[in-house]
């Protein structure tokens, strides 16, 4: 193995996120689909969709290039039957993890265990059902919480729950943090609201004050390498909790306008038609990998880190006025 690819930018690409579908069962309303338009749409397997064999190939030659990490993801990632498939045929040397919604995990999370899956990343963003089919627009807040706890007990512990926080959800932080402090195997992954792909920019949140008011509360704080995202260690207040002694971690994700955040980044993602993006918030960069032959893929890899561009600090630069504009450098590129 060679070592990680590194773009202009002496960011080095040591991981990759692959969409396996657009599809979705849900319908949140905020969500990006990674980027790629609308998840609404058939449930049926969709023949626009890279095969099993096309992701494994993909795996298979990024791991010439260092690539240590993969996440799936999509849409629903679940939706696809033959995730384990996948899973199981994925190099060894890679780290598995997957951001699910969760509502499959309940009778498949033993397998995907078993297939080689090491975390899992499943997103809820209420601890109340009608909050949480507000936001989501589904009625599967059952067959959420049995799915994580089905990924506790096949031992992918700890599961960590993606929770995006804008004006809707903002009341429910407080809750969530004290939820994963008080329950054994949980963490939490706060993400700040991303209006970039989705419109609505008056549903952000100050994003600054969830962290002064963890930073009070907090037993440690940590940074992670990856995105320079800040973690915090809390313990429960519930004299009753289980995990009494114990500390929960939560994470903040806060890539929005945050040039730290874009210095740090260090993956590229595939699409589920088979496309590599170097950056979740443009899709002016896709790159095909045409007929997806292993020299193909050698070569738009290689490609598509030749051409990232951190987003925020680069790509869009902050005027004078603190307005982020467009860098005429990479108009037309
Ligand atoms: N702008 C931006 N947002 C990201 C990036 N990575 C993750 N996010 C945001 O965080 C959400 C949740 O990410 P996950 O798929 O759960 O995984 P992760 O946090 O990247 O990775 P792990 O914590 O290692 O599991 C994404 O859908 C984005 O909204 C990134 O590289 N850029
Ligand atoms: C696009 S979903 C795909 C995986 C899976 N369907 C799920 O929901 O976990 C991946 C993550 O993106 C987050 N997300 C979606 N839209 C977002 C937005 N506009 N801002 C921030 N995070 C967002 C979701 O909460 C979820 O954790
Ligand atoms: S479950 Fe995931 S992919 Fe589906 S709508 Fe919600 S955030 Fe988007
Ligand atoms: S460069 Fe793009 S993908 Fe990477 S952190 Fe910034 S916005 Fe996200």
């Not at 049926?44 to 795996?59: G, I, K, N």
């Not at 896709?286 to 600090?313: K, T, W």
Request: some cysteine.
């Amino acid at each position: 193995m060679s070592e990680p690819l590194e773009d202009e930018f002496g960011r080095e690409v040591t991981g990759v996120r692959i969409s396996l579908t657009d599809r979705c069962n849900f319908d949140c309303v905020y969500c990006h689909n990674e980027g790629l338009g609308d998840t609404r749409g058939p449930m049926e397997p969709a023949d626009d969709e890279m095969t099993a064999d096309e992701v494994v190939r993909f795996l298979e030659v990024v791991e010439e290039f260092g690539v240590e990490a993969v996440k799936f993801t999509g849409g629903e990632p679940m939706l696809r039957a033959d995730l384990e498939e996948i899973i199981r045929c994925t190099p060894d040397s890679m780290e598995v993890s997957l951001t699910t919604n969760g509502t499959f995990l309940r009778g498949r999370a033993e397998g995907l265990q078993e297939a080689g899956l090491e975390r899992v990343n499943v997103s809820q963003d209420a601890l109340d059902p009608e909050q949480f089919a507000a936001v989501t627009k589904s009625g599967a807040y059952e067959a959420v919480l049995d799915g994580v706890e089905a990924a506790l007990a096949a031992g992918l512990a700890p599961v960590k729950l993606n929770m995006v926080v804008f004006e809707q959800t903002a009341g429910y932080v407080e809750g969530m943090v004290e939820h994963v402090a008080a329950n054994e195997g949980l963490q939490l992954q706060l993400i700040e609201y991303m209006p970039e792909l989705t419109g609505r920019p008056e549903w952000n949140i100050d994003i600054q004050r969830v962290h002064d008011w963890l930073a009070d509360i907090a037993d440690r704080v940590e940074h992670r390498e990856m995105h320079d995202r800040k973690r915090y260690w809390v313990s429960s207040t519930d004299p009753d909790s289980g995990n009494l002694g114990d500390c929960g971690m939560v994470e903040i994700v806060d890539p929005v306008e945050n040039p730290t955040f874009c210095a740090n980044c260090h993956r590229v993602r595939v699409t589920h038609e088979g496309y590599l993006k170097g950056c979740l918030n443009r899709n002016d960069d896709l790159r095909s990998m045409g007929e997806m032959s292993r020299q193909e893929i050698r070569e738009a890899f290689r490609a598509v880190v030749d051409n990232r561009v951190p987003y925020y600090g680069e790509y869009l630069v902050e005027g004078d006025d603190g307005e982020w504009e467009l860098n005429e450098e990479y108009i037309g590129a």
